[in-house]
């Protein structure tokens, strides 16, 4: 096999470097040389946006362009508020201040949290801007091109129908593109500042100013001291525990499930899957809900137990403070309750489509039964289902709902918020939510990302489904 | 008396022999069977049997959680009544059924608008778009959930069922990967040959593709449909706890279990909500099973 040596990975680097420097280079030559080349309408556009466009009759086109300039020069200049907070022009200062006005009975305080949102808005309406700017000057030149090839500019009637059509993928993207902007990257984008910010309980927004602090809340982590110090590890530990345990328990049995059922020769293979389907179909908190009232320290299977004589008291399934390996031993139980007939139904799917042929060409070949199971059924299923063993490692590691429902992260660990069976994403929950930590829960939301992003640099990115991923196009 | 058959090379198959094997591992299979379908139908029977419990206590309330039989004494519709009468589960579950009936649409056409372009179009940005995708869907969903809340407020927007509705679809443009996959498979030959008959890319989605679509945009769709009734993070956090009118099912239901006041008393009452939520999602889960599994297969094939 190829082994990357050392003077290649240099010489990636490199190569990666030149081509970044070529990229913004090229970008610049660019817009250089559409500068030299265009008609006087198109260099006018590069200060007054949308001119090209009407000069060439695009009047509808042009205007959007230069009522779009308008409204990004009022908002940068003037600065309009919300929440007694500027966006625009302003908000960008206030973005590095967070905020200056400690207020009085007279004046509110600054409102920081505000600021840095509206700072973050403030430069995302700027980089827009500036692809609408660059649209703008692409769009008059095209025009330029058209009339010099012996054509027309478009009309705007042709432009929507290219919209329908060569440009399809715009009209398709932008919707989903401004929802996932809104709601997706500027949130995320803004959580991982306040991660640099000391902006918890003793700062809420609005009464007391917050502020940067740099790598403070990371290096806390060291530091021996705290919540997120002292529990970061254990958590950590349990985290990852869980995730390998909840996802194997479950693929394993999953699978064995399947085999089962679709066990030549048994019969009402239907009715058997139907039974665990609507363990899926159910909602979480409905099943997750009864579980824990099940096992509950008064519960009935605790009450089952101590009548029938097998246990003398109940024992706190959920909750056994002394213990934690009790609670976190029942969590992964009930969880392959909920995760097995998921697994089963997928590999159900996937032993239908083993091709028959391979089975005939064994028994051909005098394979038995056996021989046939171990070196057809198994590698075929694991060798389809391994991109799935990789999403459900991932997604047990920011499982939400089995903990949270189950136990709330109890047994408590006195002193901290993180209890023995909270993961990184409940323990990010607790802190944002219930305590208003939300620079430590910040903290832990990084760290949880670095996780699953190793998770899936080490393994998606190699795997074929990836590599290949436009080998059908 | 045994028969032997004579396969080409292979040993000889002794038919009475293997058809007691096959018996034996026959109704070991049918007793493992039996005793995972007790196990797993055990806590879902249980929450039933509790919703039509009608035993009532001394003072004269309903009993709730009883612990030493499993089989109620006393059946009857009482939890229900007492469930649609005298709490805001009739509101919950209308506030359920609209927000879900608007996210399913909205989120769909997201989802399947998305995939689609990722899979038969080409352009300059593409992979870009792929990468931040996939880096987007790393972070915790909930993470940003504070930020999200202060944009809604923003937006006056805090506080609605409209701004849970925006908050559920707006992201389905990232859960694009199972229907990308299944577009994957639709042959670029049946795409090359409309172009030459002089169709747009518009046309070639809405007239040739999506009609070839049926079992993934069902599939999208369900889940959509589905996703509102099982959700109670960002229902909990944007509605806010105090806004008992505004709740979904799963949040309504989920403090009426572990709220400020644990009355073990609503426990059959609480029975009685899940099963009213259950029958129907349960219902068109298995109405759709051949889609959904078509859709979890594909998924995982494709990763």
Redesign the interface.
């Known amino acids: 096999m190829y082994k990357e040596n050392n003077a290649d990975k240099k010489n990636r680097f490199l190569s990666a470097l030149h081509n970044f420097y070529n990229r913004i280079t090229r970008g610049f030559k660019g817009f250089i040389n559409r500068f030299k080349d265009s008609s006087t309408p198109t260099k006018i556009s590069h200060i007054i946006m949308g001119y090209g466009n009407i000069a060439r009759r695009q009047i509808i086109k042009g205007l959007l362009f230069f009522l779009i300039e308008v409204s990004f020069l009022l908002i940068m200049i003037f600065s309009p508020e919300?929440?007694s907070t500027p966006i625009g022009g302003k908000a960008i200062i206030n973005f590095f201040t967070l905020g200056t006005e400690e207020g009085n009975i007279f004046t509110p305080t600054d409102n920081s949290?505000?600021m840095l949102?509206f700072g973050i808005l403030t430069f995302g309406i700027i980089a827009m801007f500036y692809a609408v700017y660059i649209t703008n000057i692409k769009s008059s030149y095209k025009a330029d091109l058209d009339i010099r090839k012996g054509g027309h500019a478009s009309t705007f009637k042709e432009d929507i129908?290219s919209l329908?059509?060569?440009r399809?993928?715009v009209?398709?993207?932008t919707?989903?593109?401004i929802?996932?902007v809104?709601?997706?990257?500027?949130?995320?984008i803004?959580?991982i500042f306040i991660a640099f910010t000391n902006f918890d309980s003793l700062h809420p927004a609005g009464q007391v100013l917050f502020d940067w602090v740099g790598l403070k809340n990371f290096t806390d982590i060291f530091s021996g001291q705290g919540e997120i110090s002292v529990r970061f590890l254990p958590v950590l530990g349990w985290t990852l525990l869980w995730a390998f345990f909840a996802t194997f328990t479950n693929y394993i049995g999953g699978i064995l499930?399947a085999l089962?059922?679709n066990?030549k020769?048994?019969k009402y293979k239907k009715f058997?899957r139907?039974?665990?389907?609507?363990?899926?179909?159910?909602?979480?908190?409905?099943?997750l809900?009864?579980?824990r009232?099940?096992l509950s320290e008064?519960?009935?299977i605790?009450?089952?137990l101590v009548?029938s004589g097998i246990i003398n008291s109940p024992i706190e399934f959920l909750a056994n403070a002394n213990n934690a390996w009790v609670a976190r031993f029942t969590i992964i139980t009930i969880n392959i309750?909920i995760g097995i007939?998921?697994t089963m139904?997928?590999t159900?799917?996937?032993l239908m489509?083993i091709p028959k042929d391979l089975y005939e060409a064994a028994?051909?070949d005098?394979a038995?039964k056996k021989q046939a199971f171990f070196h057809i059924t198994v590698p075929y299923i694991l060798f389809?289902?391994?991109?799935?063993l990789?999403?459900s490692f991932?997604g047990n590691i920011?499982n939400?709902?089995v903990i949270?429902?189950l136990t709330g992260g109890a047994p408590t660990v006195s002193g901290y918020i993180a209890g023995e069976t909270d993961l990184?994403?409940t323990w990010?929950?607790k802190l944002?939510?219930d305590q208003s930590d939300?620079n430590i829960?910040?903290v832990v939301?990084i760290l949880?990302?670095i996780i699953?992003?190793t998770a899936?640099l080490l393994t998606?990115r190699r795997?074929k489904?990836?590599r290949e991923?436009d080998a059908?196009? | 008396m045994i028969t032997t058959i004579k396969n080409k090379g292979a040993k000889p198959i002794k038919y009475k022999s293997v058809k007691a094997s096959n018996r034996i591992s026959l109704i070991l299979s049918y007793t493992a069977l039996t005793i995972l379908a007790i196990i797993w139908m055990y806590p879902i029977l249980w929450i039933i049997l509790n919703a039509f419990r009608t035993e009532y206590n001394s003072s004269n309330q309903l009993i709730g959680i009883v612990v030493s039989h499993y089989f109620p004494k006393a059946v009857g519709l009482d939890n229900f009544k007492y469930l649609f009468t005298q709490t805001l589960f009739p509101r919950w579950f209308l506030n359920t059924l609209f927000v879900s009936s608007i996210t399913f649409v909205l989120s769909t056409m997201l989802t399947l608008s998305v995939a689609y372009v990722m899979s038969k179009l080409k352009f300059k940005l593409r992979k870009t778009f792929l990468n931040i995708a996939i880096i987007l869907g790393l972070f915790p969903g909930f993470m940003s959930m504070i930020a999200i809340y202060y944009i809604l407020k923003a937006l006056n927007l805090t506080q609605t069922l409209f701004a849970l509705i925006l908050v559920y679809s707006a992201g389905a443009g990232l859960g694009f990967y199972v229907a990308k996959g299944f577009f994957d498979i639709i042959p670029n030959s049946l795409i090359e040959s409309s172009r030459l008959d002089g169709a747009t890319n518009s046309q070639i989605f809405t007239k040739i593709v999506l009609p070839l679509s049926k079992p993934i945009i069902i599939y999208t769709a369900l889940l959509a449909f589905i996703g509102p009734w099982m959700d109670f993070i960002f229902a909990r956090v944007i509605l806010g706890e105090t806004n008992t009118h505004l709740h979904t099912v799963a949040v309504g239901l989920y403090y009426m279990m572990y709220g400020e006041y644990i009355d073990s008393n609503v426990f059959t009452t609480f029975a009685a909500g899940c099963v009213v939520v259950a029958i129907p999602i349960v219902t068109l889960f298995l109405l759709m099973q051949k889609y959904y599994i078509e859709g979890v297969t594909a998924g995982a094939v494709k990763g």
């Open positions: 919300i929440n949290m505000l949102l129908a329908l059509d060569e399809f993928h009209a398709m993207l919707p989903a593109i929802g996932i809104i709601f997706t990257l500027l949130p995320t803004f959580m499930l089962l059922i066990k020769g048994v058997w139907t039974i665990f389907i609507i363990t899926i179909a159910l909602p979480q908190f409905i099943s809900l009864t579980m009232k099940l008064y519960g009935p605790n009450s089952f009548n309750w007939p998921f139904l997928m159900s799917g996937i489509n028994q051909l005098g038995t389809i289902t391994t991109p799935y990789i999403t991932i920011t939400f709902n949270y429902l990184l994403v990010l929950y944002t939510i939300y829960g910040s939301g949880t990302f699953t992003a899936t998606y795997s489904s990836y991923e059908f196009q």
